[in-house]
């Protein structure tokens, strides 16, 4: 059978891929930019990528697929207007696919059994309801909190249960959810796939506990033998409670916004047929808090939700931001020989998360405090993997643009806030090691910034390629006195 996979770099279709193809499924998968689109599984023969955007109403989809997978979301975009960006990918893929053969739709939403919703959880409705029909079944599948390795309400409750040990919270940790593993989410969503039984309907699907949010802290808490106690006060607001979480946790305040607002509104299911007609008895929540830090401890975090792209990002393509600038910019450039490249290049690819920095990680970690107190991402989201980076991965503050180890090559882009931007690229070639920092400043504040960085970035920067070229007990060959220092500054800014 021939599937269509849309929102393929999100954090549910990076799990669903795999189980499609292991089914011996042809599958085409639907990206923005084939920059970030999982290379791992490219030399697979049932796979393809097409580059669409869901947002132009000119679009061609492959005739013969029988069945597509719509998982297109703006949840975590900055945008106030993420419901009409919602609606135009929904109508366009509505229009796209009844020009196909295909005859099933299916549709991940989220619960929406309460009469006053979240503008987040309307906004679902309402492409539930753009996606009906007459050319293809539809397929809805209601999801409340998703737990599983790397997805947001894990990773949220987690920073707090393991970072604060007594907490003061607003009221709404009161409200109830029905939460479920995300194994059981990639179940009942390749069990229903071209299954009669499942068409033109919705089913809400949760897992067998019904929990307030202060009782998945507290069993989370449990689970992994911490003792927490939790207050509640009516002094914080929407507001102060999307700060806190942004500053408490690895959210950004965007995400936080959307999710304190869906976390007012009781997500409980009504209709769990879906589960006796697929045959799949779902894990408790304590089961899925389990398997999830199984995955995490064998290091097999498949996907995250930090490596959802910023705008950006979906505005231009990675691709372009992998073109480094020289023009109008600062460059610092840095070389040393090394003894083993072969474990410099792994020690390389480790480099982050809870690696650190392997030198100054106390100035690290204090840029990433500072960038959390001008509404930056800070260090907080860490890295998905402690060995494995592809294109789009976050990695603390950066985002990876290149990891590509047959050419020795990784490139960061900074994501934290900065009056500029700024790309950290290392190569090694031979037994030399390179390191380049490029900033291009925006305006006077720009420059000021850079002049004011020199003496960390030569302590910083210095420390960090000599500590990569350390590797293995191996000591380097003395360093090569090849640190440049280029000042090219134009009177304007040029774009790439």
Aim: proline residues 5%; hydrophobic residues 40%; aromatic residues 10%.
């Amino acid at each position: 059978m021939h599937i269509l996979l849309t929102g393929v770099t999100g954090y549910i279709a990076q799990r669903l891929l795999p189980a499609l193809l292991s089914k011996s499924c042809r599958v085409t998968c639907c990206v923005r930019d084939l920059d970030r689109f999982n290379d791992s599984y490219h030399n697979h023969p049932n796979l393809s990528a097409i580059v669409v955007d869901f947002l132009n109403d000119s679009i061609e989809l492959p005739h013969d697929i029988d069945a597509a997978f719509y998982f297109i979301h703006s949840m975590s975009k900055p945008t106030v207007d993420f419901h009409a960006l919602e609606a135009t990918c929904a109508q366009n893929f509505k229009v796209a696919v009844e020009n196909t053969q295909a005859k099933q739709v299916i549709y991940l939403s989220g619960i929406v059994n309460e009469a006053n919703l979240s503008p987040h959880l309307k906004s679902r409705l309402h492409v539930e309801s753009l996606l009906q029909s007459d050319q293809y079944a539809l397929t809805t599948l209601r999801a409340g909190i998703i737990v599983g390795s790397g997805s947001a309400s894990f990773d949220i409750i987690h920073d707090l249960v393991e970072k604060i040990p007594i907490m003061i919270t607003p009221r709404w940790i009161q409200t109830r959810c029905q939460p479920i593993a995300i194994r059981d989410v990639i179940m009942c969503l390749h069990r229903s796939l071209l299954n009669p039984k499942t068409y033109n309907q919705s089913f809400d699907i949760g897992g067998p506990d019904i929990l307030s949010y202060k009782r998945m802290m507290l069993q989370f808490a449990d689970v992994r033998g911490l003792k927490r106690y939790i207050f509640t006060t009516p002094l914080l607001s929407p507001r102060l409670s999307s700060y806190w979480l942004n500053f408490v946790t690895r959210t950004t305040y965007s995400l936080a916004q959307r999710l304190v607002d869906s976390m007012k509104t009781e997500v409980i299911c009504r209709d769990t047929r879906l589960f006796e007609l697929l045959d799949i008895t779902p894990m408790t929540y304590r089961e899925a808090i389990k398997s999830a830090f199984h995955r995490i401890e064998q290091n097999d975090v498949v996907s995250s939700w930090t490596d959802s792209p910023h705008h950006y990002f979906l505005e231009k393509g990675i691709a372009y931001y992998t073109r480094v600038p020289t023009h109008a910019c600062f460059i610092d450039h840095r070389a040393v020989s090394v003894k083993n490249p072969k474990a410099s290049l792994e020690k390389l690819w480790q480099l982050g998360g809870k690696s650190g920095w392997y030198f100054g990680n106390a100035l690290w970690r204090i840029r990433g405090v500072i960038d959390q107190i001008v509404g930056g991402v800070g260090l907080r989201r860490g890295r998905r993997s402690p060995t494995d980076l592809k294109p789009g991965d976050s990695l603390d503050f950066w985002r990876v643009l290149i990891a590509d180890k047959t050419q020795h090559r990784l490139l960061l882009y900074a994501e934290m806030k900065l009056p500029g931007e700024a790309w950290l690229e290392f190569h090694i070639q031979g037994n030399t090691l390179t390191q380049t920092a490029t900033f291009r400043p925006l305006g006077l504040f720009g420059r000021l910034y850079w002049y004011s960085c020199l003496p960390f970035h030569h302590f910083i920067f210095n420390g960090l390629i000599h500590s990569i070229a350390k590797c293995s007990q191996m000591p380097p060959t003395p360093t090569v006195a090849n640190r440049k220092l280029i000042q090219s500054v134009a009177d304007s800014e040029h774009p790439m």
